[in-house]
C-alpha cells in the first residue's frame, strides 16, 4: 500500500521534511521514496505542496497520513476535516451506562430472535423489550 508521509531531513533540533510517496512497508529512515511531493519546515511553517502530483496519487490509491492529511487540508488540495494526530493519552473512563449497553445490545438481539420463532410469544415480549431498551440517564454534570 502506498503511503503520502513525511520524510525527516537536516541536522538536530531543526526539524524540516520531505512530503515523500513510499511503501508503507518502508522505514522512515530508510530514505526510500517513489516521488517527492514538497516539503515542510517545521520551524517556519513553511509549506510548498505539488497539488497536481498528490492529486494524482490520491486518484491512484495512496493514503495520506495524518499529519500530511491536516497539511493537505490546510494547502485545500484535500476537502474534509482536519485529523486529531495527537489524541489525549488516556481516553475518559467508561460510565455504567456505557459499560451496560453492549450487553444489552446483545440480550436485545436474543430476545428479537426469539419471538421469530414463535408468533404467540409476540405480544408479550414486545412489552417487555421496551423498558430494558430505553438507556437510563443520570443526572451527572459535564466535565
Excluded at 537536516?10 to 512497508?25: N, Y
Excluded at 493519552?89 to 436474543?110: D, Q, R, Y
Excluded at 405480544?123 to 459535564?142: C, L, N
Amino acid at each position: 500500500m502506498l503511503m503520502i508521509r513525511l520524510l525527516r531531513v537536516g541536522r538536530k533540533h531543526d526539524p524540516s521534511f520531505r512530503v515523500v510517496v513510499t511503501d508503507k512497508r518502508n522505514s522512515t529512515k530508510s530514505g526510500r521514496f517513489i516521488e517527492l511531493l514538497g516539503f515542510y519546515d517545521a520551524r517556519t511553517d513553511k509549506v510548498e505542496l505539488k497539488g497536481e502530483r498528490i492529486s494524482y496519487w490520491l486518484s491512484v490509491g495512496a493514503k495520506p497520513s495524518g499529519t500530511v492529511n491536516n497539511l493537505l487540508v490546510d494547502a485545500k488540495i484535500l476537502a474534509g476535516k482536519k485529523i486529531n494526530v495527537l489524541p489525549k493519552k488516556n481516553p475518559p473512563p467508561k460510565t455504567e451506562t456505557e459499560v451496560a449497553t453492549p450487553s444489552n445490545a446483545l440480550s436485545t438481539e436474543k430476545e428479537s430472535k426469539e419471538p421469530e420463532e414463535s408468533g404467540a410469544k409476540e405480544g408479550e415480549d414486545k412489552s417487555d423489550k421496551a423498558t430494558p431498551t430505553e438507556p437510563v440517564k443520570e443526572d451527572t454534570p459535564a466535565k
